[in-house]
Every structure is written in structure tokens, then in C-alpha cells.
């Protein structure tokens, strides 16, 4: 999934990977964003792994989506590149 994410914004303008950036670094301090990746970090099994690491990537873009609503037509390439690889 990580490289869904990176395929779409390497194609984005200087503008918007800055956006992304910024909105990144804002949301890394949520409590939500914490215990996600604490669930990832802490996964006893491979299956519990997988599962915790999509739920982190839906939360990561929604939580982007409401730092920064611009982002939005960025978030949803990312969704589709996301779900064409997952399904």
C-alpha cells in the first residue's frame, strides 16, 4: 500500500507534495495516529499485522483529508490505487 501512496505523489506538483507534507507532520501527534501505529507496531501475528496496517492507511488519509480538505482529489487517487492493489 505504501507504494500506491508513493506512486501517486510522486506525480503530484512541488505545491501539493508540500501540502501532503505539512498535513502529514500535523496529524502525526493525533491520539488516533498514535494507537494506530501502536497497533501496527504491536501485531502478534502476521494476519493481525495486515489487518492493523490497512486499518493505519484508511485512518492515515482520512485524518489527512480532514487536516487538509484540498488534499482531497490527492487522497482519493491514492484510495483507488490503494483498493486496485487490494482487490
Excluded: H, W
Excluded at 505539512?22 to 494507537?35: F, K, L, T
Excluded at 501502536?38 to 486499518?55: W, Y
Amino acid at each position: 500500500m505504501e507504494k500506491c501512496r508513493e506512486q501517486v505523489i510522486s506525480q503530484l506538483s512541488f505545491g501539493d507534495k508540500m501540502r501532503m507534507k505539512s498535513a502529514m507532520g500535523a496529524i502525526q501527534s493525533s491520539p488516533r495516529y498514535i494507537a494506530a501505529n501502536n497497533a501496527v507496531a504491536n501485531a502478534s501475528t502476521p494476519q493481525a499485522q495486515i489487518t492493523a496496517r490497512k486499518a493505519f492507511a484508511k485512518l492515515k488519509l482520512d485524518l489527512l483529508a480532514q487536516q487538509d480538505p484540498s488534499l482531497a482529489p490527492v487522497i482519493e487517487k491514492i484510495r483507488e490505487a490503494q483498493a486496485a492493489v487490494l482487490n
